[in-house]
Each structure stands twice: as C-alpha cells, then as structure tokens.
C-alpha cells in the first residue's frame, strides 16, 4: 500500500530515490503506470518518462484510479505552468487555491451513471486547505518563496493560447495557466482525496512578452520544488476540517453505487 502520491509533467522525470522501472497497472479505465518511492510515497508521471503522452491525451482518469485502488490517500501535482501575471516571475512557485476549466472532451468523471452512479463533487474549496497550510508552513521553513494562493486555467492544449485568449482568462482571474491541472483536481475529490497543486511557472503567457519563450533549465528550482512537495506529504493524513473525505454529494439511486465508485474510507 502506498499513502502518498507526487504527480508531474514537463521537466520533473524522476523523484530522489524513486525505481525507474515502471509499475503497470490494468484499470477500469484502461492502463497506468507509476513508480515506487522511498516509504509510501509513489511517483506518478503524467506525460511518462519520455513524455510521449500530449496533455489532451493522458489516461486521467487511470491515473487516479490506480491512485487509489494502491491506497493513495494524499496528493500533491507538480505543473509546469505560463504566468499570467508578471508578478509570478520566471521560475517561480505559486501554490494553487482555485481553477478555471476550459478543456474539452475529456473524460474528466468517475460518476458516469448506471453502475458507477451519479455524484456531484463540492469544488466550493478544490484544493484541500489543511495540505495547502502544510505546503506553505513547509516552504516558510525552508526559505522557498511561493504565491500562497494562485487560480489554474487549464486549456486543452497542446496548442499554446493566443495572445486574445490570454487577455480572456486574465480577465476571468487566472493567475497561471496549463494544459493538466483538470481534470486530476476534480477526479482527486471525487476519490476523496487530499489533493493540492504546485505550480513553477516556465514562461510568461502569450501575449505578456514580444515572443513565447519557455525557460528549459528549471535549476535548483526544481529540486527545491520536489523537496518542497515529499516534505509536505510526509506524515500527512486524514484530519478534521477540510472535507475531501466524502465530497461528492449524491443523488437517488446513486448511492446504490457507491462503494465501488468511492474509497472504502470514511
Ligand atoms: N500555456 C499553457 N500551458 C503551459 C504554458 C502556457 O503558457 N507554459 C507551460 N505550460
């Protein structure tokens, strides 16, 4: 059993200590993969280790379910990030707090009816507040400057946005934007889990510069990020007052459903 778990994407193909052999796993949904860690923590790469998976195409949704069925109870997702503010500086973390949904057709719900029900997941607070007060407490002590609160604009990709795009989701109030942040927010609670977003910021958005210019070399940023992200996990567990635990509310029949949609935890 596995209780932690990192997500990651673009730049971040390994964790200290992690087994770079793969793990398969067959689910409901299809096929994951996953890599051990030290203790219970897991190491999920979203795009795989060569990243040959486009952001549009990666198996959500096996992802968590493989997540889960381990055991999973806490996660934490990595995102390579376009600031949207010049405040969010090249290299910089944010902490995220609230997200933007503009992607399309992917399939993004566990409750899909019949025999997996119908359910409907709280997002008043998507990103649990008692892993996102650790994450910060964590980075204080480390002297790692990060945005306490940041709201993720998740296009569909993989096309960069244009600059009028830009301006729109600005306007919306997004502070930083990519192309993975949904659906794994709202399949992490539909599974009840602790989940909270780190986002290190790779260029300035469309728009905010003459030319797209994406940093390559992520320094000792990222491995400030990745310890940022296993110290805050570890220890991390259940406790009262975040409400990830059973937030999906359900409608008739639904609940017949349940346990083999739901983590049997309560
Ligand atoms: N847009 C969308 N996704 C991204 C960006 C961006 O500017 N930078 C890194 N991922």
């Known amino acids: 059993m596995a209780k932690y778990a990192m997500i990651a994407g673009t730049g971040i193909y390994d964790l200290p200590g992690f087994d770079p052999t793969p793990i398969r796993v067959e689910t409901p949904f299809g096929s994951a993969a996953y890599h ?71 399939a993004d719900t566990f409750y899909t009816g019949g025999e997996w029900g119908v359910g409907h997941a709280d997002m008043s607070r998507p990103y649990c507040p008692r892993l996102r007060e650790v994450i910060l407490a964590r980075a204080a002590e480390r002297g790692i400057e990060i945005v306490p609160q940041a709201t993720y604009a998740c296009t569909n990709g993989p096309r960069f946005e244009s600059p009028a795009e830009v301006r729109l989701l600005t306007s919306w109030g997004g502070d930083v934007v990519g192309m993975t942040g949904v659906p794994e927010v709202s399949l992490a609670r539909e599974l009840g889990m602790h989940f909270a977003g780190v986002a290190l910021s790779m260029n300035l958005a469309v728009g905010l510069e003459e030319e797209l210019s994406v940093v390559r070399d992520l320094g000792a940023q990222r491995a400030a990020m990745l310890d940022l992200i296993q110290a805050a996990l570890q220890g991390f567990g259940d406790g009262p007052g975040c409400g990830c635990v059973g937030a999906v509310d359900f409608l008739g029949a639904a609940r017949i459903s349940v346990p083999r949609a739901m983590p049997a935890r309560t």
Not at 38 to 65: E, S
């Open 36 to 106: 051990r860690c030290q203790g219970d923590l897991v190491f999920l790469p979203r795009h795989g280790l060569h990243h040959d998976t486009p952001p549009h195409a990666i198996n959500y949704r096996a992802n968590f379910w493989a997540l889960h069925t381990l055991g999973v109870e806490s996660v934490v997702a990595a995102y390579a990030v376009g600031s949207l503010h010049r405040s969010i500086p090249l290299r910089g973390l944010a902490l995220l707090s609230d997200f933007i949904d503009r992607t399309q057709g992917r």
